[in-house]
């Protein structure tokens, strides 16, 4: 499964959101412009964003697009299966050998693992390497 500019811009619009989590709305401008992003581009992904509840718009000269919800209640999961679909790196088919439908399936859960379990809070926050922290690296 090969994330597009879809799900990496759509993190990076959530995630500029949570970082001013309680400060009102940000426009989308502002956002393009701090990332060096496409404002046109990112209005298209901020309405599947809030068709799924997960950004909220306020209208009006001060307005722009917050969170829902809290960002420890959204997950990287929640957002990439909004602008990307369902998380599968291949299209899993029942006459496929056993073995290699369980390779399949435990590729997937490990994807789906390390999505579900990262928060938005977390990326927010996040500020560079933690000897204390655990890392994941996959060789897929």
Do not use: C
């Amino acid at each position: 499964m090969k994330i597009s500019t879809k799900g990496r811009y759509g993190l990076t619009i959530m995630m500029a959101l949570a970082k001013k989590y309680g400060e009102g709305p940000i426009s989308l401008k502002s956002i393009a412009k701090e990332h060096d992003l496409s404002e046109h581009y990112l209005e298209q992904l901020i309405a599947p964003l809030r068709n799924a509840t997960l950004v909220k718009s306020v209208r009006g000269a001060y307005g722009g697009y917050m969170l829902a919800k809290d960002p420890k209640e959204i997950t990287a999961g929640d957002i990439i299966r909004v602008l990307e679909g369902p998380i599968s790196p291949v299209e899993v088919l029942e006459n496929e050998e056993p073995a290699k439908r369980d390779l399949w399936m435990k590729i997937r859960d490990a994807i789906k693992d390390v999505l579900d379990n990262t928060t938005l809070e977390y990326l927010a926050t996040y500020e560079g390497d933690d000897e204390d922290q655990e890392y994941y690296m996959f060789y897929i």
